[in-house]
């Protein structure tokens, strides 16, 4: 018989009865909504050869990095490494094992597992290294060979699209994080602190939960209630509250900062301005990390639009003013944000389902490089920058209009070519590329052309910059 009060004395206790060698699936979205109590009572256990699978992986010193950085990990299944150096160190120097993972189908990988469902087919992934195999998932000491690749997947195709097979995530401990919950294991999360908690919840053998506020059962209005305490097994308060914000980002009333160059600002500008006049009234639209979230800055005043963000949220608003600032709220960027009336926070399977079922108008991503062939390379550079694909390969793979924001030149070599050296994102997805030289479209049999050019620039400049072939617009204008 299941055990109704499901509270404990303390983190410590919660997780004492964790081994080495377990499988841990921890909730949070990079520094927002993680299970912070309990990461630091398992790192004081000194455990080791942990399988971790979670979204992201927090930072050196915070989140699911805490573990990495006490050398407690073996194995880490992610679909970012963002800004945590030690994980991108230790696997490059094949100290860790690392499996990338298309964000939205690690979430559904969470939710098969709390369902019960072994496996489901996605289109997200297909024609790339997730689907074909040949990641390098863990490297021999000093990361001059590879002792393992990833594995080719199962695909079927139906109605002329492809689709890949992928199989559920369970654990043998869960560790999330709530708002409230009360001694059945009820709980409720907070505005963006949400994300991938929710899905976790249950995926595990034993999930525990830790809460800012415990509180009576009966306290809490059961329409109100987001995880139903059947799948949690253990509560408790967490002791002590840090909450960091990933990245400070504050409306101070100044001009936009930018960081880089004067030059590098300049060309900066001249894409995200551009790709602001791709928005249109009523459009619901993904930014991307990096370049295009600085596109709202640019985008007519009377326009409305909804931004989505993939940890949860639809109807991103502003940065806040300083002191207003929430760490229980923010973009796929990890940068403060304020909400839109009409906003709404959701778990990340919903945001995930709203990518994968086309209710989105426009996404806006950047770019490592576009082929002629209107594929896109954005994820990682194999054996020197490990980031992951976080949901880039989810939007592209949508039927989301896709444009892409990068600089035409890298370090004086074209980025945009006539085949991805890179490992893909996405295959022929490609809809509109905007560059600080110009604007190519890619017609519906991929054909690419130069639509506009920008001032100051020269058609020959941008044949001897382009490695890809391309045609040129009869009536080619001056880039907007």
Not at 140 to 146: F, L, Q
Not at 273 to 282: L, N, Q, S, V, Y
Not at 365 to 392: F, I, T, Y
């Amino acid at each position: 018989m299941r055990n109704l009060s499901k509270v404990f004395p303390s983190s410590e206790a919660a997780v004492a009865d964790i081994k080495s060698s377990s499988t841990l699936i921890i909730g949070g979205f990079g520094v927002c909504g993680v299970p912070e109590n309990l990461l630091k009572a398992i790192r004081k256990k000194g455990i080791q050869d942990l399988n971790i699978y979670t979204n992201l992986s927090g930072t050196n010193t915070y989140g699911p990095g805490l573990l990495v950085g006490a050398k407690m990990v073996s194995n880490f299944h992610a679909s970012y490494v963002g800004a945590n150096e030690e994980l991108e160190r230790q696997y490059l120097n094949g100290e860790i094992e690392l499996e990338l993972i298309p964000q939205g189908t690690l979430i559904e990988k969470f939710r098969a597992g709390t369902l019960g469902i072994h496996a489901f087919y996605t289109p997200t992934g297909a024609g790339s290294l997730v689907e074909e195999g040949g990641f390098p998932m863990k490297y021999s000491r000093g990361g001059k060979n590879i002792e393992k690749y990833s594995e080719p997947k199962k695909s079927i195709v139906k109605n002329g699209k492809k689709y890949i097979l992928e199989e559920a995530v369970t654990g043998d401990v869960g560790i999330i994080k709530a708002w409230k919950g009360d001694t059945f294991g009820n709980l409720i999360y907070r505005k963006t602190a949400r994300n991938s908690n929710a899905d976790i919840a249950g995926a595990s053998k034993i999930t525990i939960a830790e809460v800012e506020e415990l509180v009576p059962v009966g306290s809490l209005d059961p329409d109100h209630i987001h995880t139903p305490g059947a799948l949690i097994t253990r509560i408790v308060k967490g002791e002590h509250y840090e909450k960091p914000i990933g990245v400070l980002t504050l409306n101070t009333g100044q001009n936009l900062k930018i960081p880089g160059t004067p030059e590098q600002i300049k060309r900066k500008l001249r894409i995200t301005k551009r790709a602001a006049k791709e928005i249109k009234d009523g459009m619901y639209v993904n930014l991307g990390i990096g370049m295009p979230t600085l596109i709202p800055n640019f985008i007519d005043k009377n326009i409305n639009i909804v931004i989505h963000g993939e940890n949860g949220i639809l109807g991103i608003g502003p940065y806040p003013l300083e002191g207003q600032q929430d760490p229980d709220l923010t973009n796929a960027g990890k940068e403060t944000i304020t909400m839109i009336p009409g906003a709404s926070s959701f778990a990340s399977s919903t945001s995930f389902g709203i990518i994968r079922g086309n209710h989105l108008d426009l996404t806006i991503l950047g770019g490592l490089q576009v082929s002629e062939n209107a594929d896109l390379a954005n994820w990682v550079v194999p054996g020197k920058m490990v980031k992951g694909m976080g949901g880039a390969m989810d939007l592209v793979s949508s039927k989301t209009k896709c444009v892409v924001c990068m600089e035409h030149i890298a370090k004086g070599t074209s980025k945009v070519v006539k085949k991805c050296t890179l490992p893909l994102t996405g295959k022929n997805i490609v809809k509109l590329l905007i560059t600080d030289l110009g604007v190519f479209e890619f017609t519906e049999t991929s054909e690419m052309r130069l639509i506009e050019i920008a001032e100051g620039t020269s058609l020959d400049f941008i044949k001897e910059k382009t490695e890809a072939s391309f045609s040129i617009a009869t009536d080619l204008k001056k880039m907007l």
